[in-house]
Antibody, heavy 118, light 106 residues
Framework: EVQLVESGGGLVQPGGSLRLSCVAS????????MTWIRQAPGKGLELVAN????????YHLGSLKGRFTISRDNARNSLYLEMSSLAVEDTAVYYC???????????WGHGTLVTVSS | QSALTQPRSVSGSPGQSVAISCTGT?????????VSWYQQHPGKAPKLVIY???KRPSGVPDRFSGSKSGNTASLTVSGLQAEDEADYYC??????FGGGTKLTVL
């Protein structure tokens, strides 16, 4: 059974930083593209970043202006999202997903809530 | 502003069929057969129900079907059941997600 378990969310002040983690099991992690998708309260889904199997290719949402960085550790079956200079509009549930390519996100974690507020 | 346009809401009675549209452009929906659909119940993570326009993942009932014509993709839910009441999101390569549609079972 595929499992994706996110952690690291919480309350942070504007301008602060946070690191999200996602531990994967039940599939061959090192052979899978992975993606972070977020959902602001009461809003729709937004692709934040994705990364290829060995981490050599990464895409980040342009509007993030370099504040977020996706990475992975295949030895630990883990996906990460480093977030800095956080703003109120970054408040959202962040989901870790598998990515079989061409906008197909097969499996989703339960999500971790990031709240940016003073 | 979402990349793809979906109706905000649709509704139907149990047993009926409803269709949810997803309109893009000739650079995304119209150009590629890479449209996926996701079902999201309140407080839950989204779940993939259709990919590559019409393919169903294992375990998804055949009441869910997908199609495409020109720049518009559609998700049809036949034989509506109470548990189908949820938000539905389309997604198309390379543009991203639609704004979501709330399906209400009357």
């Amino acid at each position: 059974e595929v499992q994706l378990v996110e952690s690291g969310g919480g309350l942070v002040q504007p301008g602060g930083s946070l690191r999200l983690s996602c531990v994967a099991s039940g599939f061959t992690f090192r052979s899978s593209w992975m993606t972070w998708i977020r959902q602001a309260p009461g809003k729709g889904l937004e692709l934040v970043a994705n990364i290829n199997e060995d981490g050599s290719q990464r895409y980040h949402l342009g509007s993030l202006k370099g504040r977020f960085t996706i990475s992975r550790d295949n030895a630990r079956n883990s996906l990460y999202l480093e977030m800095s200079s956080l703003a109120v509009e970054d408040t959202a549930v962040y989901y870790c997903t598998t990515d079989s390519g061409y906008s197909t996100f097969n499996y989703w974690g339960h999500g971790t809530l990031v709240t940016v507020s003073s | 502003q979402s990349a793809l346009t979906q109706p905000r809401s649709v509704s139907g009675s149990p047993g009926q069929s409803v269709a949810i549209s997803c309109t893009g452009t000739n650079s995304d929906v119209g150009a590629y057969d890479y449209v996926s659909w996701y079902q999201q119940h309140p407080g839950k993570a989204p779940k993939l129900v259709i990919y590559d326009v019409y393919k169903r993942p294992s375990g998804v009932p055949d009441r869910f079907s997908g199609s495409k014509s020109g720049n518009t993709a559609s998700l049809t839910v036949s034989g509506l059941q109470a548990e189908d009441e949820a938000d539905y999101y389309c997604c198309s390569y390379p543009s991203g997600f639609g704004g979501g549609t709330k399906l209400t079972v009357l």
